[in-house]
């Protein structure tokens, strides 16, 4: 079996999520990793957008904000961040990954805070960014992060970022656009779907050398399963040699 | 439209469009020679108390040279705009010049960390804050643009970032949709830095404008730092490549890599290890004193604080990292 590293396993999994011909709204880090791999491997037409106006950027490198020069690097358009976000709100944009400190059984986000004080918090984090932009308009969003106990809680500090809200349909009742919502997540053990229903968190696949009770173990809410749980496909050497060679030379995602 | 649900965050700016209208009748629509120091700028346009907005995405064609010299003037009590604030955050942060934001984006460095200094600025109860995230702020900038007291918006709904918001929730007379609301942002004063501008304020922008057209336009005062002066001829040469008009603007500071250490798209990139120096050094309050002595306030103007970093040489060296030429020489 080809040697490959936790981060090298999410990138490659996010990677095979995003179809050619798509669009996606990322960050910097795992997510632009993985939509430029994606875009070496099945999806050379993946369009990739970045929140302070850069639109399908033949990425040189690594970025290391969504606004430095590389994110708009012979890039079809230098736009704005209006711009960006009214066409994903207009329903433009498939993808996004995000992430943060805390995320619950629907996919909600916590990147604001942590401790009960808002105006003196214990711990303050940067706060939404373009974070709850993606999350309200892009179709799908994804969550790529390490499987944590303290991540992984039954209640998060502060909804940030919506994912399905308090399940159910409470999402569409709050006047988020429709049918948009967390899709995916993303971990160093397994991939997490959303049950249609209640939109409760559920494992659909499940990392080599681990099992169903690893990432129920390392999560602080009763996960549900899927009907057919999955092994997920470890990265082919052809993708890994990408990822190492073209997309991260540096390691700067890969190497952490 | 009837409201059907408030955040509990204070506004801290006046939407009524009214009232802008008052003071942009009054503000001054003559063609002349705007340019000054960057010194007398601030002093003339930025006062304790105003609220501030700064151009550009943190450390990406930000004005920092009006960073420091806000720091160096010892500006208090300010409001500010934390639009995807970075290294801009980080420096005004270490200055304590604000006691009110607006928070989209702050402390954070985007891939680069979190700023210790920031951090504990904004958890030291000291700073009043009410939540947006960036398209709110964006959009309540362009609403202001737009003369009008909000526009309507389709993020924010259901989450706590918008219970801790100054915003307003309503049901849609079309569409009996649930809205959220975004008060227009009126600053007081902002910091826009450009690639050219011609001595009236007329100023040209390459690359991403992120929500800095709507920034000129909703803002009362506006100080323009440009990497180089322009002559009035050259922009009429091609007024397509005009971004901002010059009777948005009060004030033109030619300030050559302005936006040192952070990114100037076209120009010179971000000097990540200078950047890299900010965070190590805000580990320790103390040190952070010496260093904050060092790079702001004995420093005259931001050409000495570039002298500082290495000069011509090194803005050479992000000049090339910029053009990736660095890519060709190493041979990687």
């Known amino acids: 079996m080809t040697n490959y590293n936790v981060m090298e396993m999410m990138i490659t999994v996010a990677a095979r999520e995003l179809e050619d011909g798509a669009t ?18 099945g999806s050379p037409n993946l369009v990739i957008m970045f929140e302070a106006g850069g639109v399908s950027p033949l990425l040189p490198e690594m970025p290391i904000s969504v606004g430095d020069s590389r994110t708009f690097y012979k890039a079809v358009m230098a736009s704005g961040m209006c711009d960006i976000m009214e066409t994903c709100c207009r329903g433009f944009v498939d993808y996004t ?40 308009f892009c179709w799908r969003m994804m969550v790529i992060t390490p499987q944590d106990k303290r991540r992984f809680v039954e209640k998060v500090d502060f909804i940030t970022t919506p994912g399905w809200l308090e399940g159910g349909d409470s999402r569409a009742k709050s006047g988020l656009p429709l049918g948009a919502g967390p899709y995916k997540i993303i971990t160093n053990m397994g991939v997490m779907d959303f049950e249609p229903e209640t939109k409760r968190m559920r494992v659909v696949s499940i990392n080599p050398g681990y099992s169903f009770k690893d990432i129920q173990d390392n999560c602080g809410f009763e996960l549900l399963k899927a009907p057919k749980m999955a092994e997920t496909k470890p990265p082919t050497d052809k993708e890994l040699s990408i990822l190492r060679n073209e997309v991260d030379p540096y390691r700067y995602i890969i190497g952490r | 439209m009837d409201v059907i649900e408030e955040g509990i965050g204070r506004l801290l700016t006046d939407p009524d469009p009214d009232n802008a209208r008052e003071f942009f009748r009054k503000k001054s629509r003559k063609m002349v020679d705007k340019v000054m120091s960057l010194k007398d700028a601030i002093a003339r346009f930025v006062h304790d108390g105003d609220y501030l907005a700064i151009g550009g995405f943190g450390a990406i064609r930000t004005p920092i040279a009006a960073c420091h010299e806000i720091v160096r003037q ?57 939540e947006w995230t960036n398209y709110s702020l964006a959009a309540r900038l362009k609403a202001a643009a737009m003369g009008v007291p909000f526009v309507p918006t389709r993020n924010v709904l259901g989450t706590d970032t918008f219970h801790y918001s100054a915003g307003k929730v309503v049901k849609c007379p079309f569409t009996g949709k649930r809205l959220m609301l ?34 000129a336009r909703a803002t009362k005062r506006l100080i323009i730092t ?74 005259k103007d931001h050409a000495e604080y570039i002298e500082l970093h290495g000069g011509i040489k090194r803005m050479n060296e992000l000049r090339a990292k910029e053009f990736l030429i660095h890519k060709e020489v190493n041979n990687d």
């Open chain 2, 74 to 130: 010892g500006r208090k009590n300010m409001g500010f705009a934390g639009h995807t604030s970075t290294h801009d955050f980080e420096v005004l942060s270490a200055g304590e010049v604000f006691n009110r934001v607006d928070i989209a984006y702050i402390i954070g460095l985007e891939a680069r960390g979190l700023s210790p200094c920031a951090r504990r600025y904004m958890e030291s109860g000291k700073v009043e804050i009410t």
């Open chain 2, 226 to 299: 440009t990497e180089r002066l322009i002559s009035n001829d050259e922009i009429r040469r091609d007024p397509s490549l005009t971004s901002i008009p010059f009777y948005l603007v009060d004030a033109v500071c030619e300030v050559r890599y302005g936006a040192y250490p952070g990114n100037m798209p076209y120009e010179y990139f971000s000097d990540e290890e200078h950047l890299q120096e900010w965070l190590k050094a805000e580990r320790d309050p103390d040190a952070f004193k010496e260093f904050l002595k060092l790079n702001i306030y004995d420093c």
């Open chain 1, 97 to 136: 990954f995000l992430g943060g400190a805390q995320i619950d059984m629907y996919g909600n986000l916590n990147s604001t805070r942590i401790g009960p004080d808002h105006q003196r918090p214990k711990v303050r984090f940067p706060g939404s960014g373009g974070a709850n932009d993606f999350a309200s």
């Open chain 1, 24 to 41: 996606v709204g990322v960050g910097t880090g795992a997510p632009c990793a993985a939509a430029m791999l994606a875009q070496k491997t």
């Open chain 2, 182 to 215: 975004q008060p227009a942002l009126y600053p007081d004063v902002s910091v826009i830095h450009v690639h050219e501008a011609d001595i009236y304020g007329n100023s040209r922008i390459k690359g991403i404008t992120i929500s800095d057209l709507d920034l």
